[in-house]
């Protein structure tokens, strides 16, 4: 029952997360000028302080609000890991596990380190003009989710 392409994922996940948050919000200096046009209006990095969940929901600010998120998401990440133990997953399931737990622990890491998420991606087409921001480990978590929906049928449930 191997777990390693779970890991690598996690990992991987996890420092692109935190190299990319460290790049755009501090050497670009995102957090000063709050707004850097990459691509616009495709991609544009914008400065968000995310207390809450997707698209600040839950997000009061509280430091009550910050530790049961920070709870949530670990036994989210524990949830996940057990689970995928529980069967002989192929190692795109194993990935996908991965990259859920690895964004999630990114995500975990801004709360602990800041008390809030960093988020600085913005994407806007067609004449739509979003107003939310997300991060790499949205990304991530939203993929991996996505990979576990799609590859599920096709590890075995461990007997």
Partial sequence: M???WMIWG????????????????HSM????????DVLPPLLNFRYGENTGINFGLFGDGSDASRWILIGLSLVICVVVAVW????HPSRWMQLSAGLVIGGA???VADRLLYGY???FLNMS???LQNPFVFNIADVFIFAG???????EGRGKKAT
């Fill in 29 to 36: 200096e995102l957090s000063r000028v709050h707004a850097i």
């Fill in 84 to 87: 995928i133990r529980g069967w």
């Fill in 125 to 127: 087409c067609c004449g």
């Fill in 105 to 107: 622990l990114g995500n």
């Fill in 10 to 25: 996690a990992v991987i996940a996890f420092l692109f997360d935190q190299i990319s948050k460290y790049l755009v919000i």
């Fill in 2 to 4: 191997g777990t390693r």
């Fill in 117 to 119: 998420v960093l988020d």
């Fill in 145 to 151: 989710a996505a990979g576990l929906v799609l590859f």
